[in-house]
């Protein structure tokens, strides 16, 4: 089950934030429009001496429409929420650190307000966040044994060791899986015995004998990786565990913020907003595209047109200038569908494929991230190392390699009309310029931050995720420097040229 959140406030944020949060789920598909008369929650809250307290949060939430609200109270501690369907409601007051006891729920139904003052007279307690595991905490949950050593150090140079810890492959696979991050490792494409000597070597075989002794297709997962694999993805935990320590002022105060749960079952992989306020969500598991109107509170599902293989998995999506919904479809029919939301049509374009040998654990060549430029629709090709371009109307694609080991993530348009992209595994900041081809990085400072998502502001610059360094960085798109210098190591000499494929 997912939950759908977003603040109803500010369109960049609507555009950015992602379903996260799990919560009871309940379907409220086909609801009819809201009423227009005032059918809303509203009162007073006040704190424990009994003072009206302003800039503390409300939260009203009905389980059974899956539907929350939270808004922040004003002068004399007045609060009232938006318009909302007929139901019961619990309501919830928090202010720094005080709470409103339990309360029975408010009912909401008829054409009056509903009203509830409240008083903050218990202490806030949330739980304290769960605490995010290092490679050291992984390296202790390995099992003791020859090669041991060599993995917790060697596979943790570019990347978590939790991405080790949580495959679970076969013999064969492992070794394949191995050659293909020492290939990484070692300067790409030149041979082996080149480049690594005989204890190098040996050392490899032991590394696979450990992984595939450890981590067979049969090991259970630890459910201490499990816990931290859905910790990053906003899995279960407190519900409020991101409040405000202080009382809320200035343009933060005027925050509304909206919580839609899906229907149960739907897993949402992105989420992108259109200039009307629709949200349109990918459901990767039932190959339905969402749609949730935030003015009726209805969420409707489009079913992505059949092709050969039944099994469709939708991911990334993003809305085009025109209004056109752009969704991924990454499972083995490999394509990229454009909804028309007013003819409710689909066009479907084939994502290329690999240039050589497909890495036998993955999908098809994936593609990330999707953002526009000049009429053609840009990608990530995370697994191929590559951007995509499209060119819609003639249906050919060019890719645009980037160096192995690069993984790109994130993508967005500069104001330098060029092509920026986030290389989660190559740790640096790309950029293509559209014209030439070429490419220029920067490297960032911190290793393994794992830069993922990435959007550009209104002036231009982009705004970068880092996950692992827990960083938002922010790059200038003039010159590729990062205000956060500790943290962006400033290489803009590095222009690296590439060669270009098309395809038709
Ligand atoms: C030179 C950098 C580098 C090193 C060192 C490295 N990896 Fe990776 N690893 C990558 C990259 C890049 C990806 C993503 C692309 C891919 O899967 O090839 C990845 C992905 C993975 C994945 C997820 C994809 C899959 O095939 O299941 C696993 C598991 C993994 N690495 C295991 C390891 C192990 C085990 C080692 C040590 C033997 C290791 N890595 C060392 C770069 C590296």
């Known amino acids: 089950m997912s939950s759908l959140n977003f603040r109803l406030s500010n369109p960049d944020m609507r555009r950015q934030q992602k379903a996260a949060t799990l919560m009871t789920a309940i379907a409220v598909l086909g609801l009819s429009y809201l009423p227009l008369e005032a059918q809303n929650i509203i009162g007073t809250l006040k704190d424990a001496s009994g003072q009206p307290l302003a800039g503390a949060l409300v939260k009203v939430s009905s389980q059974e429409l899956g539907l929350s609200f939270m ?6 501690g007045r609060y009232s929420t938006p318009n909302l369907l007929p139901g019961r409601y619990i309501v919830q007051g928090f202010g720094s650190d005080s709470q409103t006891p339990p309360m029975a729920p408010a009912e909401v139904r ?34 003791e044994g020859p090669g041991k050593n060599a993995v917790a150090s060697r596979c943790a140079t570019c990347h978590s060791l939790q991405w080790v810890v949580s495959a679970r492959k076969t013999p064969e696979k492992w070794q394949e899986t191995v050659g293909r991050m020492r290939d990484d490792l070692q300067g790409r494409d030149r041979p082996l ?46 519900p409020n565990r991101n409040l405000p320590g202080t009382l809320l002022t200035g343009a933060a105060a005027k925050y509304v913020a909206m919580e839609f749960s899906l229907p149960p079952g739907s897993m949402v992989h992105d989420i992108a907003v259109d200039s009307e306020g629709i949200a349109w969500v990918s459901e990767t598991n039932t190959g339905g595209l969402g749609r949730f109107d935030p003015n009726t509170l209805t969420y409707t599902r489009i079913s992505a047109p059949a092709a050969k293989n039944p099994n469709v998995q939708l991911n990334s999506v993003a809305v085009d200038p025109n209004g056109d919904v752009w969704v991924v479809d990454e499972g083995p029919n490999a394509r990229m569908l454009q909804y ?54 003639t249906r050919k694609t060019t890719e645009y390699p980037v160096p192995k080991g690069s993984s790109p993530y994130g993508l967005a348009v500069g104001g330098d009309q060029r092509i920026w992209y986030a290389a989660e595994v190559g740790n640096l900041i790309g950029r293509l310029d559209p014209r030439t081809g070429r490419l220029a990085q920067y490297n960032l400072t ?59």
């Open 193 to 238: 015995n080149d480049i690594l000597g005989e204890s190098d070597l040996i050392q490899m075989d032991t590394m696979t004998e450990y992984l595939s002794k450890t981590f067979t297709p049969d090991t259970p997962l630890d459910p201490r990786v499990v816990e931290q694999r859905l910790l990053d993805v906003g899995g279960p935990s407190h």
């Open 446 to 504: 911190t290793p393994k931050s794992d830069v993922r998502g990435m959007a550009a502001d209104a002036e231009g610059n982009l705004w970068v995720v880092a996950t692992e360094a827990d960083k938002l960085i922010k790059v200038d798109y003039r010159n590729g420097t990062s205000p956060s210098s500790v943290f962006f190591r400033q290489t803009p000499g590095r222009i690296q040229s590439t060669w270009i494929r098309n395809r038709t």
């Open 340 to 393: 028309n939301p007013k003819s409710r049509e689909f066009s479907s374009y084939p994502i290329p494929g690999y240039p050589h040998a497909i890495p036998p654990d993955s999908t098809p060549a994936r593609l990330v991230t999707l953002r526009f430029l000049e009429g053609n629709v840009w990608a990530t090709g995370i697994t191929a190392n590559w951007i995509v371009k499209l060119d819609p109307p």
């Open 71 to 76: 808004v922040v109270t004003q002068g004399q």
């Open 110 to 143: 008829g054409s009056q307000p509903t009203k509830m003052d409240l008083a903050l007279s218990i202490p806030l307690k949330l739980a304290p966040p769960r605490k995010r595991m290092m490679d050291a905490d992984y390296a202790k949950l390995m099992p």
